[in-house]
C-alpha cells in the first residue's frame, strides 16, 4: 500500500513536466519571426550623365511597367524623384519599363525610353520563417537613348539588401551661361587690350 501512494504522484509529476516541456518546444517554434527583407527589389539612382557622382532630381517622370500584370505605374510623375523602387518580376527572366517624360516640351514631342533588364532569378534558402529569397543576376540591360545615356548595375545582382543597386543616367540640360549682350561694346581688362 506504501508503494501505490509513492507511485501516483510521481506518475502524475512526469506527466506534468513532460506537457511543460513540449509546451516550451512548440512555443520557442512557432514564436521565431521573419524580420529581414525577403525580396529582393531593385532600387534604380538617378545620376548626372555628364557627372556619374551627382545625383539629378528628374520633375514630371512617369514610370510604367510593359507586360506585367495589372501594368501599375510606379511613378505618376507629380513630383520629382532621384531614386525609384523597380520591382522585377519572378515569373520571367525580363522586366520593362517605360519612362515617360511629362515636361511640358517632352510631352509635346511624346519622349520617352524604355529600359528592358534580362536576368536570372536565383532563390536563396533564408530561413524556415523568412523561406526562399530571390537574387537577381543581371545579364544584360538594354535602353533607348532619348534622354536616358546609359543604365548600369554596378554589382551585377540585385539582393534582398536596402540599397540603391541600379545608376540611370541622364542628359540634364542645365542653365546655359549669359552671353555677350549683343548691345553692348565689349569690356576688357586684360594688358593687350589696353596696350592696343
Do not use: W
Amino acid at each position: 500500500m506504501i508503494r501505490q501512494k509513492f507511485k501516483i504522484p510521481i506518475l502524475i509529476g512526469s506527466f506534468l513536466l513532460l506537457i511543460f516541456g513540449c509546451s516550451l518546444l512548440t512555443c520557442g517554434c512557432s514564436s521565431e519571426e521573419c524580420l529581414q527583407n525577403r525580396n529582393a527589389l531593385p532600387l534604380a539612382g538617378f545620376y548626372n550623365a555628364e557627372d556619374h557622382k551627382q545625383k539629378v532630381t528628374i520633375n514630371s517622370l512617369e514610370v510604367y511597367g510593359i507586360g506585367a500584370p495589372g501594368d501599375s505605374i510606379l511613378s505618376p510623375g507629380t513630383q520629382g524623384i532621384n531614386q525609384l523602387y523597380l520591382p522585377f518580376r519572378l515569373d520571367q527572366d525580363t522586366t520593362r519599363y517605360v519612362f515617360r517624360y511629362l515636361q511640358e516640351d517632352l510631352a509635346q514631342a511624346d519622349i520617352r525610353d524604355t529600359v528592358t533588364f534580362i536576368y536570372d532569378r536565383n532563390p536563396r534558402f533564408v530561413s524556415s520563417a523568412c523561406g526562399v529569397s530571390y537574387v537577381f543576376g543581371i545579364k544584360k540591360i538594354r535602353y533607348t537613348r532619348s534622354i536616358i545615356d546609359s543604365v548600369a548595375c554596378p554589382l551585377e545582382e540585385i539582393t534582398n539588401m536596402d540599397t540603391e543597386n541600379l545608376s540611370i543616367f541622364f542628359h540634364v540640360s542645365t542653365e546655359p551661361e549669359p552671353g555677350p549682350d549683343p548691345d553692348k561694346e565689349p569690356e576688357s581688362d586684360s594688358e593687350q587690350d589696353k596696350a592696343s
